[in-house]
């Protein structure tokens, strides 16, 4: 059991690295926050940290790379864990994406780390 009292919940998604894909992601954050009963404005904020995210991990040009996505919710917490195989250019991200993602996240990691590339995301409630 979590701290609140309710189990975590939790979904595992593995997506083609490629852009079009990558709504899936923000749909799969939207309802992790949902159940997390993250008010409307967290969860707009959870989906555009996890957009920035993932895109920082996978850009713009299609790969051959799967993205896998672990999504945790608990009452008031969502936790999300992003991979994939590092591929093309060195994870460069812009310091405009740095800054929204740090306004939208409560926490975050983004790391490359030999051949993979990660992120962790925390999105805590206002409770």
Known sequence: ???????????????????????????AAAD???RADLSIEEVED??????????????DEPSDAMLTLRYTATK????IHGSCAAHGEPLVVSDLSRSIIGAVASE????????????RLLKRGRM
Do not use: C, K, N
């Open 76 to 79: 008031g917490l969502v936790e």
């Open 1 to 27: 059991m979590s701290p609140q009292g309710r189990e975590a919940d939790s979904v595992t998604l593995e997506v083609p690295g490629r852009p079009e894909y990558l709504r899936l992601a923000r749909l």
């Open 46 to 59: 959870l989906r555009i940290a996890v957009d920035e995210l993932t895109y920082a991990l996978m850009g």
């Open 108 to 119: 975050y990691d983004l790391a490359e780390d030999g051949g993979t590339r990660s992120f």
């Open 32 to 34: 992790s926050g949902t």
